[in-house]
């Protein structure tokens, strides 16, 4: 195994090495995510690597065009390393004779079939003079480079294209590059090499190669995991990248060593899949399509049989949208989301459609694409993501919540199979959404044997030395250290853009209400959303059919007593509130909870804060702020509170891991959760309080952060929304908030009124907008402060009759 897990240096160097070329900002991307996710795999070939096409004539290949390694059976490196620019030309001769030679054997009929080699990581014995010898006179001989063939490029000072942020891709330029085609792009790169001065160096190596793996799953919405090489000196370590972390190899001599010349060769005969691509995608010179199983697309999918052409029959989508924020959602562990607007793509009266330079596959149509005359092409939202293997699906949850208002539509969900990977055979006759097989679905691969090096748990930007070399123990640790996800999709027909997006504050206000109904409808049916924000609030499209509305409909599947009244004081509100299709919805069901049936706590670190004020509640009475606005304040009646059986979180079941439900959406947690942040020995447990307080949040945040067309954002609003966050150690973060929510709650929002007109946009100007804002704000301080927990019905209620009495009285 690597013999250092931290940087090497003499004891004349500083004590701390910065890595080089990632900016902050993608540091604090980095280091969070890849905490405790780091694993050496001693086994690394043996698990990914086992099969080489031919792999002694790839050797003898290497031999025959080499002629320096021919002669002194090891490659052409220098003596003494004096940086690593010096190694680039000796690295990149090396990649591109063996991938020249791999190349050769693969178009070879009788040669590319893989064979089994032995664990590389015992290969110590292998020598090039064991492979003078001649070749297979089948094998051609090796020839110069075809214009077609890819080769590995130096691109150490060049910059590539790219997609994402300049605060992202700053100083980001990898070493070495294998494009998967001839277009030049962050989003067609197939392997990338990272060169260092000597093993030492692995670290900062795996630090820097996490960085460029950020970027390609951020360009790249159909890869599902991605390799990489880091050449430390003469030595090398193979490092794996996907939603379960980072695996590394142990060091192979690349200058000496034949089985490094295998173990390359290994990876560049992966087929797509293995290559961690997705072969769903296709790409086409007029853009990227996606082509989905038609089971998979409802009603009309087809049954099994003994056709297997049926089951794998597809129709071909146009990617028209990736919904997402590339810096939040697009991290490299967990569970990788990414949500795609899709629509039908009719065949082209064209012939002739193929690859294209981006290396995509080529896809045929038949006559079962053919549209039936004067149909429209059909739109979905297909989500792809990595769940957790703990039974909570977030395609099951919309199912059972179908016709919910404000709630997306299902048409389908379901764990992903890749092509031919399937050993289990479909029973005959039955239908194919159950005949799918559940047990060769993609997923993380656990690992037996892995260890953790001491001292090398993270990639921290700053690396201690203690003599002047980082530590060299390791430690085994168990498979279950290394999280189990399973590449699914969700299918829905409901799609829409980011309420932020809204024509006017007013629309914005009316479908943030609609969203709440959704989150209210969900509680009734026993599911906890828990992630709230901008990303999860969606502003239909005015073409928006509806093919089930539940709230239309008598509904008599919930038993629970309090929940069964919360849903009938929900279908009230809206036919008063709501005689309408809805205009928002709330998605991403991914970190939901099922609610269990418990007394409801009293224990103020679970539902309130520690002070109990006496109960009051906000009622339609209203007061002149000193802004002028109208807002609401507090009735002087004390409020009765209902001490029945509550719904409240099962303790039953395995949690997702807290950062990942804290993790992109910080700035709206409510106070509570964002104290638990901050304090790690206080209980997570979710309460519907805390997803209502964090729309408060999102609509807080969404006002000050609106841009109008044409206009900067003040430098106002860009200081007031860093406040959001919890980067700051002495939790001021947490003060913050609660200063707005008294000020609302007690001072009719003067301070909040002020920090809207210090943004000096047109929604924070907004009258309606801003006395919704503190009235909802006045509202959440009121329950935040009370010592018992209302039903839920009253909250919900007094949310909606709150904001909607706004809109009517402030136009």
């Known amino acids: ?21 990632s900016t902050i900002f993608l540091d604090n991307i980095i280091e969070q995510q890849f905490k405790d996710s780091i694993f050496y795999d001693p086994n690394f070939f043996k698990n990914f690597l086992s099969f080489v096409p031919s792999p002694g004539d790839i050797v003898r290949l290497c031999l025959r065009y080499d002629w320096y390694l021919r002669v002194h059976d090891g490659w052409n490196f220098p003596d003494e390393v004096k940086g690593k620019q010096c190694l680039h030309q000796p690295v990149l001769h090396l990649l591109n004779t063996i991938k020249s030679a791999t190349d050769v054997v693969l178009s070879s009929p009788g040669h590319a079939r893989p ?46 294209a790219h997609a994402l942020p300049e605060k992202i891709m700053l100083h980001l330029k990898p070493d070495i590059i294998l494009f998967r085609g001839k277009w030049q792009h962050w989003s067609n790169i197939r392997f990338i090499v990272e060169v260092t001065e000597n093993p030492g160096y692995l670290a900062p190596g795996i630090k820097q190669l996490a960085c460029y793996a950020h970027a390609v799953f951020a360009h790249q919405p159909w890869r599902r995991h991605f390799y990489s090489l880091l050449i430390c000196g003469k030595k090398a370590s193979f490092v794996r990248f996907d939603r379960a972390g980072i695996l590394y190899s142990s060091f192979l001599d690349i200058a000496k060593n034949p089985a490094f010349v295998i173990a390359l060769a290994g990876l560049l005969s992966l087929d797509t899949i293995d290559q961690g691509i997705n072969p769903a995608f296709q790409f086409g010179a ?37 919904i997402c924020d590339p810096a939040s959602s697009h991290r490299v562990t967990g569970p990788g989301t990414t949500i795609l607007r899709i629509r039908e793509q009719f065949p082209p009266e064209r012939e002739g459609e193929g690859v294209n330079s981006s290396g995509g596959a080529e896809s045929s149509f038949d006559g079962s694409h053919r549209p039936a005359q004067n149909r429209p092409p059909v739109e979905y939202i297909l989500k792809l993501t990595w769940r957790l293997d703990n039974g909570r699906l977030e395609g099951q949850a919309l199912e059972e919540a179908e016709g919910v208002f404000g709630v997306p539509q299902h048409v389908s969900h379901g764990d992903i199979v890749m092509p031919g990977r399937c050993v289990c055979s479909l029973l005959a006759g039955a ?74 504050p007013e629309i914005y206000v009316n479908a943030m209400m609609d969203a709440m109904l959704g989150c209210w409808g969900l509680y009734n049916l026993g599911i906890i959303h828990r992630d709230i924000s901008p990303l999860n609030l969606l502003i239909l499209t ?37 005689p309408r299709k809805p205009i928002g919805i709330l998605i991403d069901l991914s970190t939901h909870e099922r609610l269990g049936h418990r007394k409801a706590p009293l224990n103020p670190e679970l539902v309130g804060e520690h002070r109990a004020l006496p109960h009051k509640l906000s009622v339609a009475k209203k007061r002149q702020g000193d802004s002028g606005d109208t807002v609401a304040t507090t009735s002087t009646k004390a409020r009765r509170t209902r001490w029945a059986e509550l719904p409240t979180l099962t303790a039953d079941g395995p949690q997702p891991p807290f950062d990942y439900l804290i993790y992109g959406n910080e700035p709206f947690h409510s106070i509570r959760i964002t104290r638990m942040v901050s304090t790690p020995r206080l209980k997570y447990q979710h309460h519907f309080y805390d997803d209502l307080e964090a729309f408060f949040w999102v609509m807080f945040w969404t006002t000050i952060s609106h841009v109008d067309p044409g206009k900067e954002r003040s430098a106002d609003a860009a200081t007031f929304l860093t406040k959001f966050y919890h980067a ?84």
Request: net charge negative; hydrophobic share 35%.
């Open 542 to 578: 005015e073409e928006q059919q509806f093919t089930h509305t539940r709230w239309e409909e008598a509904d008599h599947q919930i038993q629970d007593p309090v929940l069964a009244d919360s849903e009938h004081r929900l279908r009230q509100t809206l036919q008063i509130m709501r």
């Open 115 to 160: 064979f089994p080699v032995p664990d590389l990581a015992d290969a110590s014995a292998l020598q090039y003079k064991k492979y003078h010898i001649p070749l297979n006179p089948e094998t051609p001989d090796l020839t110069l480079p075809c214009e077609e063939a890819q080769y590995f490029e130096d691109w150490s000072t060049r910059d590539l």
């Open 728 to 811: 700051d150690p002495r939790c001021l973060h947490i003060a913050w908030k609660k200063r707005i929510l008294d000020d609302c709650r007690m001072h009719a929002g003067i301070d909040t009124l002020a920090i809207l007109d210090a943004c000096k946009n047109s929604w924070a100007s907004n009258r309606p907008l801003r006395v919704a804002i503190a009235s909802f704000g006045c509202y959440i301080g009121i329950i935040r402060e009370e010592e018992g927990v209302a039903p839920p019905a009253e909250v919900f209620q007094a949310v909606i009759t709150t904001l909607d009495g706004v809109l009517k009285t402030e136009k």
């Open 286 to 322: 007029d853009g990227v399509y996606i082509e989905l199983l038609e089971c998979m697309l409802g009603q009309d999918a087809p049954t099994g049989g003994p056709d297997v052409r049926k089951v794998t029959k597809t129709t071909r989508f146009r990617i028209l949208q990736e």
């Open 431 to 504: 239908p194919v959404l159950q005949a799918q097989c559940t047990t060769c679905v993609d997923r993380t691969p656990s690992l037996r044997g892995l260890q953790v090096c001491s001292n090398f748990n993270d990639l921290s930007a700053n690396i201690r030395l203690v003599n002047g070399e980082g530590p060299r123990g390791t430690l085994a640790v168990p498979t279950s250290a290394r999280s189990n996800r399973i590449y699914s999709y969700v299918l829905l027909s409901s799609f829409g853009k980011l309420m932020e997006h809204a024509e006017s």
């Open 1 to 21: 195994m690597p013999s250092n897990s931290r940087a090497h240096q003499s004891s004349k160097e500083p004590q701390y090495q910065r890595i080089p070329q």
